[in-house]
């Protein structure tokens, strides 16, 4: 294991206006991610949190795809966050990690935010995805899925959790509780990426996006309501020499995740 940089990009995102955002983002990399290997954007990172699906949904290898694995290529580096995408007859919400030659490995989200009628627009996913990126283990989740830690539980399978969001205001404390909660519980590091602003269905966003390593501390933290990109290098020898002094994962209970109905 290597050390691991990783930037947060936390944006205001145009509604609904994929080429907008996505110069955005190139606009902002090449200010604060030029050192780097790791940046992670936010859900639904070029749309903002629609539930208009088919409107906004891209096919799987679609212009938002593409503009990923160009990004990815020409900057050396990993880039991951999550779109609306059309899949067959149905559109999920596809968190996509996008390696430096290209190649793309996705999770589609589990957990749909039913207060939001997502699950009514949306497909959930079934399978829990670890990537493998530079020797770290990196788990792919989505929003909601914070709220859900036996989908999260690190059975000693990964050592960074990364969480893409569109996490309203008025829930702000839960999601920075829960953002330290699953890095302690885990013994991992985990990046949270919110976005901030107002969207066109009126919901304000105070990003809090976060990194926090295996014992809760703060490694990135902003002031509320602020667009920002942030980088930090993660330790891998520090994770490695907690772990070994503290093995608290072996005394874990077994969990079997099962589906309904």
Known sequence: MQDLTITLIQP????????????????????HATHTDLVLLP???STGFTMDSRLAAEPMGGETCQWLQQQAQQRGIAIAG??????????????????????QTHYDKRHLFRMAGEHERYQPGNERVVVEYRDWRIL????YDLRFPVFSRNNNDYDLALYVANWPAPRRQPWRKLLQ????????????????????????????????????????DRHPNIAFCASHTLSAAALIDFNQKFPAWMDADSFLITEQG
């Open 181 to 220: 909660a699953r890095a302690i519980e885990n013994l991992c590091y985990v990046a949270g990426v919110n976005r901030v602003g107002t969207d066109a269905n009126g919901h304000q966003y105070s990003g809090d996006s976060m990194l926090v390593d295996f014992k809760g501390e703060l490694l990135i």
């Open 82 to 103: 999550s779109l609306a995408i059309q899949a067959g007859d149905s559109y999920v919400n596809r968190m996509i990690f996008t390696f430096p030659d290209g190649c």
């Open 12 to 31: 205001d995102m145009q509604w609904q206006s994929p080429p907008d955002n996505r110069l955005m983002y190139e606009q902002l990399m090449d200010q």
């Open 140 to 143: 792919l989740q989505v929003c």
């Open 43 to 45: 859900e639904m990172f």
